[in-house]
């Protein structure tokens, strides 16, 4: 099991940037990939970015490539999402996730909100 935990979620103005955290616990030994989804109102959840958890390589969403950037700790076992230039389609609330042992993310956080007001 591996247990994934955001913080860094809340209001900004349009413009304005967040960085979110997301703490990994248990079989962390077993993580491939971590990546961030989010889910606005109405919405299916979404894509936004994803990290090799051996070598860093990294994907985004092409709504947030050049304003968010995707990286890790591993010796904190902590994945970041900076978030630049927000825009009021950010606003969502934000997931953590992992792919342990499977080619999908089979491990999620709780969502952290993120309001982006204009």
């Known amino acids: 099991q591996v247990s994934l935990e955001e913080s860094g979620g809340g209001l900004v103005q349009a413009g304005g940037s967040l960085r979110l955290s997301c703490a990994a616990s248990g079989r962390t030994w077993s993580m491939t990939d971590m990546g961030w989804f989010r889910q606005a109102p109405g919405k299916a959840r979404a894509f936004v970015a994803a990290?090799?958890?051996?070598?860093?390589?990294?994907s985004y969403a092409d709504s947030v490539k050049g304003r968010f950037t995707i990286s890790r700790d591993n010796a904190k076992n902590t994945v970041y999402l900076q978030m630049n230039s927000l825009n009021v389609e950010d606003t969502a609330v934000y997931y953590c996730?992992?792919?342990?042992?499977?080619?999908?993310?089979?491990?999620w956080g709780q969502g952290t909100q993120v309001t982006v007001s204009s």
């Open positions: 996730a992992a792919v342990s042992g499977t080619l999908t993310y089979d491990y």
């Open positions: 990290i090799r958890w051996s070598g860093g390589s990294t």
